[in-house]
């Protein structure tokens, strides 16, 4: 008796954490993503300019 | 020492095996320049040697400038196929008006799309029009980046510019057109400690002859949002701090009755600190979904080792140090 309650208890808990995700997907895809929301994201932008042709180091007396 | 082809290589090889990802980009006048007197084979073998080291390390984009222009469209063809990523919204075929390398580059980075074009200068001297030839034309870049701008509004969340037209058309492109959030320009070589703001978009330089990297860190939190430079509430910081110690400073003298002449000065400093710190609280109280931005100059010094394959390149080319002028 103890052991079949257990079991209904664990697929109960299944049951409302599997329903949380799909509502957290369903709300995800469907609100905040269109709503410009989405996951932080960290990109580095690695930028130069006027190299003007130098192939070495410059040295601070020139 | 900074700077160095070599020490470029390396130095993205590092910053390559950072964990998130690098976009790598440049944004013109990567050669020299022919006019200066130097043997024209030699200047041609140098930008080979270059357009080399920038495949190798796989930059992204590299925007075509006039000094790239001046080694002819048929050599800068030959880099493209090469594996030199070159764009150019406005660099066209005279006849068909299509443009001459692919306009712009889009890199996708998770749910955010960050685009990059290029511009350059359609106001030109005659030995660049003559390198150029007949075939190609540099149409007007205010009226190009009108149309980029409103295409890349809907195919990106991000667009910069790489822009070889200097600072002075730069501002007139961001007072016309909005829409651009940042302008990584070239042309004059300036050094900006910190990003230049006009309207909603920042404007930045990387100095000149390859001495330092602009290093630009996105934390993307919204498509649709403005940046703002993360890097601001931390000079507000210090700069207050800094206040603190020169009214504390002056108070003591105050308080000892020496002088009176300093109690303008404290009321001065006392405004601007509570300036900033209504600052300070107003970028506090940003939303946590807001894009942030930081800037800063890396100089490329000993502290980078020198990629040996690249060394080998530039001795075998014949190119050494102290004929380097």
């Known amino acids: 008796m103890t052991r079949v309650s257990e079991k209904g208890k664990a697929l109960t808990y299944f049951k409302a954490s599997l329903c949380l995700s799909v509502l957290y ?3 995800y895809s469907l609100v905040a993503v269109s709503a410009g929301f989405a ?9 130069t300019n006027n190299l003007n042709g130098r192939l070495f180091a410059y040295k601070t007396s020139e | 020492m900074l700077g160095g082809l070599a020490r470029r290589v390396a130095s993205v090889d590092k910053l390559k095996a950072e964990k998130h990802p690098v976009i790598l980009v440049d944004s013109g006048r990567l050669f020299k320049d022919p006019r200066v007197g130097e043997d024209a084979e030699k200047v041609s073998m140098n930008a080979r040697l270059i357009s080399r080291a920038y495949s190798r390390m796989g930059v992204h984009a590299v925007n075509v400038g006039d000094l790239e222009l001046l080694q002819g469209i048929p050599f800068l063809k030959e880099q493209a196929s090469q594996g030199l990523n070159l764009i150019s919204a406005n660099l066209v075929d005279a006849s068909s008006k299509k443009t001459i390398f692919p306009p712009y580059f889009i890199y996708n980075v998770e749910n955010f799309r960050v685009a990059f074009f290029g511009l350059l200068s359609s106001d030109m001297g005659q030995e660049i029009r003559k390198a150029m030839g007949e075939d190609a034309v540099a149409i007007d870049p205010v009226k190009t980046a009108e149309e980029m701008v409103a295409r890349l509004r809907e195919e990106a969340d991000i667009v910069i510019l790489l822009s070889s037209l200097g600072l002075d058309k730069e501002r007139e492109i961001i007072s016309k057109i909005p829409g651009i959030h940042f302008v990584m320009g070239g042309h004059e070589g300036r050094f900006f400690h910190t990003m230049l703001k006009e309207s909603e978009t920042f404007v930045v330089q990387s100095y000149w002859a390859g001495m330092y990297t602009g290093r630009l860190d996105l934390t993307l939190k919204n498509t649709t949002s403005i940046f703002h430079d993360a890097g601001e509430k931390f000079r507000i910081k210090k700069e207050i701090a800094d206040l603190d ?29 509570a300036q900033l710190q209504e600052t300070l609280d107003s970028l506090n109280r940003l939303p ?38």
């Open chain 1, 25 to 27: 997907m369903l709300f």
């Open chain 1, 39 to 47: 996951e932080t994201v960290k990109v580095t932008i690695a930028h």
């Open chain 2, 288 to 325: 946590y979904t807001e894009n942030l931005f930081k800037w800063q100059m890396v100089p490329l010094d000993n502290s980078y080792r020198e990629d040996r394959e690249v060394v080998d390149w530039i001795r075998k080319a014949g190119f050494t140090a102290s004929a380097k002028k």
């Open chain 2, 245 to 273: 110690r020169r009214l504390e400073r002056i108070k003591i003298v105050l308080d000892e009755g020496k002088s009176n002449v300093l109690e303008f000065t404290y009321q001065k400093i006392t405004k601007k600190r």
